[in-house]
């Protein structure tokens, strides 16, 4: 039987950081269409995805739906179901709805990426789903390009870590979905309260998190200058 591995766009944000409250940003339009559509575009030239989980707020999975259809001209391998209340719990909605469909196994893989990062290459989703495969768990990341300062009180410096060891977290995140959510699952509420991605509960049960290497390109658009960055790139008037 063939590894299933599945795509997973995470979408279940609000945007609120955008400024725009009438629209969630991986909705907004840059070069013609919604950041979301570009997003699904590099993940669906894949063969080797099983299927396609879209988790989105629940107000917007019919909205979803229909920009989908009207974009994407074989969505049939591309389902649209509901985000939960924070990443991870998003995370494990698509675990769960591949487990509902009886696919689930020690082997099965789930390439999770931000709806809102539109330039991924083709090069990291591919060495996502190797080395989920090989590892069990790998992260995409960039070395950091500026010193890191930790300030424990947010008024002082309380240490500066040797810039050399640090690196800038992106996504694809890609897992063994089994292992992710028996290791979710084992995480106490303050462990699971303080966590910022799905690769810190691996890091918090002292489980191996291979290291893809990412690209400076690979930008998250959060911020109203990211949208205009991601306009400037692919040539494009931006629209809400």
Not at 27 to 35: D, H, N
Not at 46 to 65: G, H, K
Not at 140 to 160: F, K, M, Q, R
């Amino acid at each position: 039987m063939n590894k299933r591995i599945y795509g997973v766009i995470l979408a279940g944000g609000q945007g609120t950081r955008m400024g725009n409250s009438e629209k969630p940003k991986q909705f907004l339009v840059i070069a013609g269409k919604p950041v979301i559509i570009h997003t699904l575009e590099k993940f669906i030239v894949f063969s080797e995805f099983t299927e396609i989980i879209v988790l989105v707020p629940r107000p917007w999975i019919a909205y979803t739906r229909d920009i989908i259809k009207q974009y994407v001209p074989d969505e049939k391998h591309i389902a649209i179901i509901e985000g939960g209340k924070t990443r991870n719990e998003t995370i494990m909605n698509a675990i769960e709805y591949i487990d509902n469909q009886e696919q689930l196994d020690d082997e099965t893989l789930i390439i999770t990426h931000d709806s809102v990062r539109p330039f991924v290459t083709y090069r990291i989703i591919e060495e996502n789903i190797k080395y989920a495969g090989e590892c069990g768990a790998c992260d995409t990341v960039i070395p950091a390009s500026d010193t890191i300062v930790e300030s424990v009180d947010g008024s002082y410096i309380s240490s500066i870590p040797e810039r050399r060891m640090m690196y800038q977290g992106q996504t694809p995140q890609s897992f063994r979905a089994k292992r992710l959510r028996e290791l979710y699952e084992s995480l106490t509420t303050e462990e699971k309260d303080i966590l910022t991605d799905a690769c810190k509960i691996y890091v918090l049960k002292n489980e191996p998190v291979h290291l893809v290497e990412g690209e400076v390109s690979n930008i998250k658009i959060t911020y109203p200058h990211d949208l205009r960055v991601a306009e400037a790139i692919l040539g494009g008037n931006g629209q809400c």
